[in-house]
């Protein structure tokens, strides 16, 4: 049976020195679900079937390109014209935007850290957070990355990030690294999607801005602890860049927080488990 096609429209958020691309999913008229996604990465990264199964779902789906990612505002390379609050601001603006004065929030990866700073910050703004493959603010005696990443990750210091083709082979390499054991990692979507993601950008490589982000003075005291709206953590048993044990930390540290563990789970969204994630998120998100 065919899927019915889903109401999709785009535009362009302008915010406090920035533009940010949205794009909606479904009708404006169901509870609205703000997607932020991570480091280095546009909106695409939330795959097309996890936004239209959870618009089929009746939830109204906004996904949108953070600063120096897709087509929002490029800054020079390695001179990034905001800080991790502003990314945080921006969610908000977004909310303003699409005349939504609550939204559930969803982020991923660095998208989570930037969800739970809105949260704190604007805790009236958020119905509920679901945060997907990352950590808590504040919270000492979490494991480190698996000594494969780190020695990946360490690897990138010897990238040129002005060459965009070499910025592809450490992405691919990247994905490869980051993908859970339940499933095989499937090189060439991956791939695929990092050519998609880097044809769209007028200016890739500035996405890598991302690394240069410090966390500000005065957003340095956030707690997840703090966190009062119901939040759902959901967490690959399998990551290797933030272990299971991160997930596992909001349930302890946080009132109103549950863990749905996606076993042999990387840092990724895999298309396989995109069933089981959409189910638990529209179980949240009411």
Not at 258 to 263: K, T, Y
Request: charged fraction near 20%.
């Amino acid at each position: 049976m065919e899927r019915a096609t889903c109401l999709v429209t785009e535009k362009v958020v302008e915010v406090k020195g920035a533009d940010l691309q949205t794009q909606a999913f479904g009708v404006a008229s169901s509870p609205p679900i703000v997607l932020i996604m991570g480091m280095m990465s546009s909106m695409l990264w939330w795959p097309d079937r996890l936004c239209e199964e959870l618009a089929a779902r009746e939830r109204y789906v906004i996904r949108y390109d953070q600063r120096d990612t897709g087509l929002s505002t490029h800054y020079p390379q390695g001179e990034p014209g905001y800080s991790p609050s502003d990314l945080a601001d921006d969610t908000i603006a977004i909310f303003d935007s699409y005349g939504l004065e609550t939204a559930h929030l969803v982020g991923m990866s660095m998208g989570g850290f930037v969800a739970q700073e809105a949260a704190l910050r604007h805790r009236r703004r958020v119905r509920t957070l679901t945060l997907i493959s990352t950590s808590p603010f504040a919270v000492e005696g979490l494991p480190s990355s698996t000594t494969a990443y780190q020695e990946h990750s360490a690897a990138a210091e010897g990238v040129d990030w002005s060459d965009l083709e070499a910025i592809a082979d450490f992405l691919r390499r990247d994905a490869a690294m980051l993908a859970g054991t339940r499933h095989p990692h499937d090189a060439g979507a991956a791939s695929a999607l990092i050519a998609r993601d880097m044809a769209r950008a007028p200016s890739f490589a500035s996405a890598t801005n991302h690394f240069a982000l410090v966390r500000e003075e005065g957003s340095a005291g956030l707690r997840a602890s703090d966190l009062d709206m119901p939040v759902l953590a959901i967490h690959g048993t399998a990551d290797p860049l933030f272990p299971i044990a991160h997930g596992e930390a909001f349930t302890k540290v946080v009132p109103h927080a549950r863990l749905h563990r996606i076993e042999g789970g990387g840092h990724e969204i895999h298309d396989h488990d995109i069933d089981e994630m959409v189910q638990a998120i529209a179980h949240h998100a009411v």
